[in-house]
């Protein structure tokens, strides 16, 4: 024998008809239709993230978002490392320059930071060199204005 389409059924049991509810109340799902009585369960929808009346927690959340410093300094910071890659022996190293060779992109003051070593002496002059970085300038033959 040929199984055709026609010929295919599911298995006993795995299908099974929606439980038709609120037809009237004397039906097995009238009145109520199996909600209960009165609650929140019982009404239609509910609002996302409603919380039974507790206080919901995007409003318990603190409004503004932090404190900005209106007088915070943001130093564009380059270490000795990149002076000693990106500089020949002798060379000035100012915003100016920091720029033009783009290793600096921000606007604003320049500090040189003391990571890797130096080997050319160099004349740094920008806004603030931190003390091993100065140390390590010096140190190589350069100067810090």
Not at 2 to 18: R, T
Not at 35 to 50: I, M, Q, Y
Not at 87 to 106: M, N, Q, S
């Amino acid at each position: 024998m040929v199984i055709k389409l026609h010929h295919l059924k599911p298995n006993e049991g795995s299908k099974k008809d929606k439980k038709r509810v609120a037809r009237g109340d004397r039906g097995r799902g009238g009145k109520t239709a199996g909600r209960g009585t009165k609650g929140t369960g019982a009404r239609g929808t509910v609002p996302a993230g409603f919380e039974g009346g507790q206080l919901p927690l995007q409003r318990r959340q603190p409004k503004l978002g932090g404190f900005s410093n209106p007088n915070r300094v943001e130093y564009a910071i380059i270490n000795v490392a990149k002076l000693d890659e990106y500089f020949e022996a002798g060379d000035e190293v100012t915003p100016e320059t920091l720029r033009a060779k783009g290793l600096i992109k921000a606007r604003g003051p320049v500090k040189v930071l003391g990571h890797g070593d130096l080997t050319k002496a160099l004349t740094v002059a920008v806004d603030k060199v931190s003390g091993s970085a100065a140390d390590k300038i010096s140190a190589a033959g350069g100067t810090v204005a």
